[in-house]
C-alpha cells in the first residue's frame, strides 16, 4: 500500500474537496479501533455526546425520553487507548497529510477526535453544513478523515457530500440559525441536486475539506455503525484565541524544519 496520494487522488481533493483511500487500514487495525468503540460505548466511558443533547430529527427529545442515552460520538478519541496515537503517526496518515496541508501538521484536540457512532431507532438526520461553521481559525482550509469501521451506506446513514462546494461562496440567507443549508431555497436545492453518496467498506479512508457540504440520515438498518473521525490543520493556520477551536492542546503531528544556520 503506498504511504502517498497519487497525482490523480490529488487532483481529485483539490477539484471536489474529497478523496477516498479504499482499503488503506489494514483489518487489525480497524478491528482494535472498532473494539475501543464497542467497549467504551458499553461502559458508557466519557465523555460522550447523546443524540438527545443535539435534537436533530429522529433523536430523542431529552436524556430521559426512551433511548435517550443513545450515543452520537464517542469524543476524546485519542486518549481512549493507544491504537488511536499508532494509526494517526503512520506513514500513510501523515505523508498524505502533509500534501494536503503545508507541514508541519498539528491536530487540534478540540475538534472530532472522536468515535462517530450511529445506532439503530433511535440516530438522527444530520443536515447539509460545512464544518468551519463552527471552528474558529486564521483560515478555513483544515483537512478531517473518516475511517470506516464497517460497512457504510445510504440506509445505515452513510456520509453524502457536495463535489466541489468547498470552492463557493455562500450568503448568509442560504442557511438556518445552526448554519445548515435551507433545503428548499432554490439556490440550495441546486447544490444539493449534485450530492454523492460516500459509500465505504470497512478500513477505507475518506479524505475532506471543512468547508465541503457534508450530511447524512438516520440508520435505519438494525445494525450499528461506528466510525474514527480526526482533523488537521496546517502549522501555520492557528486557532483564534479564546475560541473553542483553542480550548485544548493539540498535537504536533510532523516536526518542523530545524532552522537554518
Not at 99 to 105: K, N
Not at 239 to 248: A, E, V
Request: glycine fraction near 6%; hydrophobic fraction near 35%.
Amino acid at each position: 500500500m503506498q504511504d502517498r496520494f497519487t497525482e490523480r487522488q490529488l487532483q481529485q481533493f483539490q477539484e471536489d474537496g474529497y478523496v477516498v483511500v479504499r482499503g488503506m487500514v489494514g483489518e487489525s487495525i480497524w478491528q482494535r479501533i472498532l473494539q475501543v468503540a464497542i467497549d467504551d460505548l458499553g461502559r458508557e466511558v466519557q465523555p460522550i455526546e447523546y443524540e438527545a443533547e443535539l435534537n436533530y430529527p429522529g433523536a430523542p427529545s431529552a436524556m430521559t425520553d426512551t433511548g435517550g442515552r443513545t450515543a452520537r460520538r464517542l469524543k476524546a478519541a485519542l486518549s481512549r487507548n493507544a491504537i488511536f496515537m499508532e494509526w494517526i503517526v503512520s506513514r500513510g496518515v501523515r505523508g498524505r497529510l502533509e500534501q494536503l496541508l503545508d507541514p508541519p501538521v498539528v491536530m487540534p484536540l478540540s475538534h472530532h477526535n472522536c468515535l462517530m457512532t450511529k445506532q439503530p431507532r433511535f440516530s438522527s438526520d444530520t443536515g447539509w453544513h460545512q464544518d468551519v461553521r463552527y471552528w474558529s481559525f486564521s483560515q478555513p482550509d483544515l483537512v478531517s478523515l473518516w475511517l470506516a469501521l464497517g460497512p457504510e451506506y445510504r440506509r445505515n446513514g452513510c456520509l453524502r457530500v457536495i463535489p466541489g462546494s468547498h470552492r463557493g461562496s455562500y450568503q448568509p440567507e442560504q442557511f438556518d440559525s445552526e448554519q445548515f443549508l435551507i433545503p428548499d431555497l432554490e439556490a440550495n436545492t441546486k447544490l444539493i441536486d449534485n450530492a454523492v453518496d460516500v459509500e465505504l467498506d470497512p478500513g477505507d479512508v475518506l479524505f475532506f475539506h471543512a468547508r465541503l457540504f457534508h450530511a447524512a440520515t438516520r440508520n435505519f438498518t438494525e445494525e450499528p455503525k461506528f466510525s474514527a473521525v480526526f482533523t488537521f490543520r496546517s502549522f501555520n493556520n492557528s486557532p483564534l484565541p479564546q475560541t473553542r477551536s483553542s480550548s485544548l492542546p493539540e498535537l504536533l503531528l510532523t516536526a518542523p524544519e530545524p532552522p537554518k544556520n
